[in-house]
């Protein structure tokens, strides 16, 4: 569960990338969020991994109030959440294997579990074929496959993913975000920032509009554009 009551925030700038924003996303729910470049779509996934804070309002996460831990339980909390970025972000010395297993050691999984948790991980991506292979031998989807399976390998409550399309073809975008739903179809709760009208469209799920830091539209099996967009 995510909920944010009352949210601004604003950065060193002075700049305020969310204004006033609440919102409430239930267990297993699939959203997108969408939005024009600086709509603040990143700052709101950055509250959610709990990379940023609210500068006023608060903001829980899995029933924790995030907005008021302390920075030294920030780390034991990310792990029930999941991140996926648009630029993959892969450790390039690492194996694809290695890159989802970090993830594991980083949390301090028993050592017995990890073989099999990564090489499942990587199967539900449909690269088990590739575990020994280097991100630079991977194509882009791929990359964000391998990704994918490191950001749910500890199987997390929550995945989120900042435009995690922007870099690939069609088709590989459609693979990535069948993978998404899928997760979400298993009770994560999946939350997707992107520019992609079309998946948008096709897939008539619950949509999240920004603009300017203000939800503007939040609609359950929403279209890219609202009705507005659409009046002349
Ligand atoms: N670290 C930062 N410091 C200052 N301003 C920022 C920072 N990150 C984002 N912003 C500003 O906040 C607004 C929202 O940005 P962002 O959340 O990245 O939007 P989006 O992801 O929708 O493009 C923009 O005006 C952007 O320039
Ligand atoms: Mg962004």
């Known amino acids: ?111 017995k579990l990890i073989h099999r948790r990564v090489m499942e991980a990587l199967d539900q991506v449909g690269l088990a074929h590739r575990a020994d292979a280097f991100p630079e031998q991977l194509s882009g989807g791929e990359q964000q496959r391998v990704a994918l399976a490191r950001a749910i390998v500890n199987r997390p409550k929550i995945l989120v993913a900042d435009e995690p399309t922007g870099n690939l073809d069609p088709e590989t975008s459609w693979e990535i975000v069948k993978l998404l739903e899928t997760i979400s179809v298993d009770g994560t709760t999946v939350v997707m920032a992107t520019h992609d009208r079309e998946i948008v469209n096709a897939r008539k799920k619950r949509v999240i509009e920004l603009d300017g830091g203000r939800i503007v539209r939040d609609q359950q099996r929403g279209m890219y554009a609202g009705v507005s967009a659409l009046l002349p």
Do not use: C, H, W
């Not at 709990?50 to 990310?78: C, K, M, T």
């Open 1 to 111: 569960m995510i909920e944010f009551a009352d949210v601004t925030v604003r950065y060193q700038t002075g700049v305020k990338a969310l204004k006033d924003i609440s919102l409430r996303i239930n267990l297993g729910e699939f959203v997108y969020v969408v939005g024009p470049s600086g709509a603040g779509k990143t700052t709101l996934i950055k509250l959610i991994y709990l990379e940023e804070r609210p500068s006023s309002g608060r903001v829980f996460v899995n029933n924790v109030d995030v907005s008021q831990v302390p920075s030294r339980r920030i780390p034991y909390l990310r792990r029930n959440i999941g991140v996926v970025f648009q630029d993959f972000r892969l450790l390039p010395r690492l194996t694809a294997f290695e890159n989802v297993r970090f993830a594991m050691e980083a949390v301090e999984a028993p050592p």
